[in-house]
């Protein structure tokens, strides 16, 4: 049986990036291979993106479909034959003592969960983040709320005076883009309680709040003024002019150029 160490898969890796607690990468398979019986050191999600293949583990065959999630616990032993297309599986995986680092006292399952076709709406985010515009930060959170939905736990009741004020940094200083550290030093609330306060309460993370507030204000900048493009995007902090066209496309469907022609036609 083979042992996977961290960041090791089977298949043609296409893409990997990484933090501190999580290693996310995205692998290929080719038509009908068959991997051998094997497990990881660390858990993992792995969230099938294309083609189909055959789990075999615990005495049991499962079939696996495009969209369908499954969790696989440290040490979990299973083999793969794929089937007749070629296949991708987007994977996130815990990086050992992930738990510490975060400083959160959450507990993954202790057994291989397959989700069949469940809505998880932060995986796709997540994924999509990895593929076009990637954000460290959003993909913390958007882990973590996958982590809130399968093992949720209790909010203390205590203030939340500070989210006001995380509002206001966002909608007020949009310039540049606010790490969840560089926020969490400002307000003196721990990161990871401060991303799940905020989610619960504005129902949106942190970077999709700020993102949204930068978008926001770009509209109101192509309205009602002659900026460029160009200027606009760096008053709004996005790295370059085709990091803010895509999420402005992303948002609206349609370029901010041709935005503001309809606007003015």
Same mark, same amino acid.
């Given at each position: 049986? $083979? ?14 990036? /990484? +933090? ?18 094997? @497990? ?11 083609g189909?293949?055959?789990e ?6 499962? &079939? ?7 969790? $696989? ?9 794929? &089937? /007749? ?49 990637? +954000?460290?930060?959003?993909?913390? /959170? ?6 809130? =939905? ?15 004020? =995380?509002?206001?940094?966002?909608? +007020? ?6 790490? &969840?550290?560089?926020?969490?030093? $400002?307000?003196? =609330?721990?990161?990871? @309680?401060?991303? $799940?306060?905020?989610?619960? /309460? ?42 803010f ?15 503001? +022609?309809?606007?003015?036609?």
């Open positions: 049986m $083979r042992n996977l160490k961290e960041g090791t898969y089977f298949g043609e890796y296409l893409d990997a990036r /990484e +933090n501190d607690f999580f290693k996310l990468s995205l692998t290929a398979y080719s038509p009908e291979s068959v991997l051998e019986d094997h @497990y990881h050191d660390n858990s993992y999600i792995s969230v099938l993106t294309s189909s293949y055959l075999h583990s615990d005495g049991s065959n499962t &079939l696996v479909q495009p969209s369908d999630v499954l969790f $696989r616990p440290t040490s979990w032993c299973h083999q793969n034959t794929f &089937l /007749e297309d070629s296949a991708t599986c987007f994977n996130i995986e815990f990086k050992k003592d992930w738990q510490q680092r975060l400083d959160w006292e959450v507990k993954l399952p202790n057994t291989h969960i397959h989700f069949n076709k469940t809505a998880f709406p932060s995986l796709y985010k997540l994924l999509l983040n990895f593929k076009i515009d990637y +954000n460290a930060d959003l993909s913390t /959170e958007l882990i973590l709320d996958w982590l809130h =939905v399968i093992s949720p736990y209790k909010m203390d009741s205590g203030s939340k005076a500070w989210i006001p004020k =995380v509002d206001s940094i966002l909608k +007020n200083e949009l310039e540049q883009f606010h790490s &969840l550290q560089s926020l969490s030093e $400002r307000i003196h =609330v721990h990161p990871v @309680y401060m991303a $799940r306060a905020f989610k619960a /309460e504005k129902g949106l993370t942190i970077g999709e709040f700020q993102l949204k507030s930068k978008l926001h204000n770009a509209v109101y900048l192509l309205s009602t003024t002659h900026q460029s493009i160009s200027d606009i995007s760096y008053a709004n902090g996005f790295f370059d002019d085709a990091h066209i895509r999420s402005f496309k992303m948002a609206y469907g349609i370029s901010p150029n041709r935005f503001r +022609n309809i606007l003015n036609s």
